[in-house]
């Protein structure tokens, strides 16, 4: 017997990020009654104590509730609220693979920015069902036909389209509701393809286990049934299923087109891969579904405990986040300088800085980190290809043929008074502009290719500073291309050290050389003796500086100056 499925609606919310997503979310909740009013609060599905400081998502988050309509039905809302930092597009790929919809938030004053663009692509691709909503209408310096133009000659939905709404006073919230039921299609289901759903997530849970956050396509999954991981071919026994109300709320049963979660006896996080079909062993599917990319880090760094004591300490917190994090990798490795740690993968500086500040923050370990770097393809002379990912296994530079480094298309939208600082900054950091668009009177499009290794350190604030902070950035994985890459090293008083050792661009080695090298000399403490600090590609010496030694009347401080003379007299002869 067909189940249904026309009052069910399964959706997500894209924007650029700080457009008002989160805000829209809670209204959502608000109008239909999924949260009590005296338990609601600011960034309801931020649960995060990162994401309410920063005001930002770094998780997206499932939610079911219920809408009466104006036409007197009842429907189903199944809301996934996404990330809209450029670093967690990945959790917004998941999320759009479980939905029918969109709803795209553009922000009244700001207009489309790159995320933006970014986000509608990935939903056109998914062909959803996209709803564009202006907010922050009542802002007083709000554009609205302005915007109104931009959705239209930017990313192609007709301007009429478009719902006015101010999420902060719940303005035009009621349209945006009656809007999903009208023009977001339900879920279709094949009833001859048997169980099958989708994972988009999952979590740790340290009494339960492994709690998975699913998409239901077809058939159902019922408590105390097996299930198999189709992409692995483990199977599982159904403990608990349920959906999110935006607590957990458990059901007999999770059907076909709804959104929610499966405890099964799932004790490692890795037995299950984000994208991967759940079917049920009594009702096993024929086809898989389709999955999404697995996810590749594109910033390294290595991560150590200030006191080498605390090493499992950290290990712990690493494995647990690890369990929480798909995206995030790492191995252990050790240094000469700094001991034992690990070698950690990112998809970006935010997630870099993200995981740092939960390791200290809620795992108390205190750490120090390396300087963050690329995976780079090094081809050697015999024609075999080696991934580097850390500089100190470089092979001998007379093995190398040629260094191969990731590159990114990068999406600029700038105003227009700054296009020619923000040209010079791209040129700097060794980047070619493609194209230039006009969004409107006021901004520019720039579109460019950058080294990866170029952008990891401080690329986005100097392009915040320059266009005082009105300029946004998208950036997605381009390829390798061939540069004249070389080893730097940093030597202390002759001896390298392989913590701060990096791969750099042959014509911007002396500077980075000379800067690495000020800094150190300002850190490393005074001795009896000068040290010397110096940067060196091979056996040549591009930078120096000297740690100068600790003056012989150093420690005569007050006291008889008669104390200081006797340690200045020249020796008598």
């Known amino acids: 017997m067909s189940r249904d499925l026309s009052h069910i609606r399964n959706f997500s919310i894209i924007a650029h990020i700080d457009h008002g997503k989160s805000t829209l979310a809670d209204r959502i909740l608000q109008l239909t009654k999924a949260v009590d009013l005296r338990d609601m609060t600011e960034q309801m599905l931020d649960d995060m104590d990162l994401e309410r400081e920063r005001g930002i998502t770094i998780k997206a988050h499932p939610v079911s509730m219920y809408y009466d309509a104006e036409d007197g039905e009842r429907y189903q809302f199944n809301l996934i609220d996404t990330p809209g930092h450029v670093d967690f597009s990945y959790e917004v790929t998941r999320s759009l693979a479980g939905c029918e919809g969109a709803i795209l938030v553009v922000d009244a004053a700001q207009g489309v920015e790159a995320q933006t663009v970014a986000n509608v692509m990935l939903a056109m691709e998914q062909e959803l069902e996209i709803v564009p909503v202006i907010n922050k209408i009542d802002l007083p310096n709000a ?100 959906v999110f109300g935006p607590a957990m709320r458990k059901l007999p049963k999770l059907s076909a087109g709804e959104t929610g979660y499966i405890i099964a006896n799932i004790k490692e996080s890795s037995d299950i891969k984000i994208g991967d079909t759940i079917t049920r062993k009594d009702d096993p599917a024929k086809d898989a579904l389709p999955g999404f990319q697995e996810v590749h880090p594109m910033v390294f760094c290595g991560v150590y405990p200030v006191d080498g004591s605390e090493y499992e300490k950290l290990k712990y917190a690493i494995e647990k986040l690890s369990l929480n994090d798909a995206s995030f990798t790492w191995i252990a490795e050790s240094s000469v300088a700094l001991g034992f740690g690990f070698r950690c993968g990112f998809l970006g500086l935010l997630h870099m800085e993200i995981i740092q500040e939960r390791l200290r923050r809620e795992y108390d370990v205190d750490i120090i980190s390396t300087y963050p770097g690329v995976v780079y ?41 700054v296009v020619g600082e923000l040209m010079n900054l791209i040129r700097d950091r060794r980047g070619e502009i493609s194209t230039t668009e006009t969004v409107d009177g006021n901004r520019l499009i720039l579109t460019c290719h950058i080294p990866l290794n170029e952008i990891v350190i401080d690329f986005y604030d100097k392009l915040k500073s320059l266009s005082h902070g009105y300029a946004s950035m998208d950036y997605e994985y381009e390829g390798y291309r061939e540069n004249d890459l070389v080893k730097m090293e940093i030597l202390v008083h002759g001896e390298p050290v392989d913590a701060f050792a990096a791969i750099v661009h042959r014509d911007k080695a002396e500077g980075i050389g000379r800067n690495i090298c000020k800094k150190l000399r300002d850190e490393i403490p005074r001795m009896q003796f000068p040290i010397a600090v110096q940067a060196a590609i091979g056996r040549n010496i591009i930078a120096r500086e000297t740690v100068p030694a600790k003056g012989v009347t150093s420690r005569c401080y007050g006291g008889d100056i008669g104390r200081k003379r006797k340690l200045l007299k020249p020796e008598s002869r």
Do not use: W
């Not at 299609?185 to 997530?201: I, K, W």
């Not at 015999?382 to 500089?391: A, H, L, Q, S, Y």
């Open 143 to 242: 554009n609205i036909e302005a915007v109104r133009k931009q959705v239209e000659d930017l990313l192609a939905i007709p301007m009429e389209e478009a719902l006015c709404v101010s999420a902060k006073t719940g303005l035009g919230i009621e349209a945006v509701l009656e809007a999903i039921v009208q023009r977001v299609p339900p879920p279709t289901t094949d009833e001859t393809q048997g169980t099958r759903a989708m994972v988009f997530d999952s979590y740790y849970d340290a009494f339960r286990g492994v709690v998975t956050y699913v998409r239901v396509f077809d058939g159902e999954i019922i408590p105390k049934t097996k299930i198999q991981l189709m992409a692995t071919g483990k199977e599982f026994e159904v403990k608990e299923v349920g």
């Open 377 to 417: 393809e090094v081809y050697l002379s015999d024609g075999e290809k080696v991934i580097i990912d850390n500089p100190v296994h470089l092979p001998d530079p007379t093995t190398i043929d040629h260094i191969e480094e990731p590159f990114l298309r990068t999406t600029i939208i700038c105003p227009n008074e």
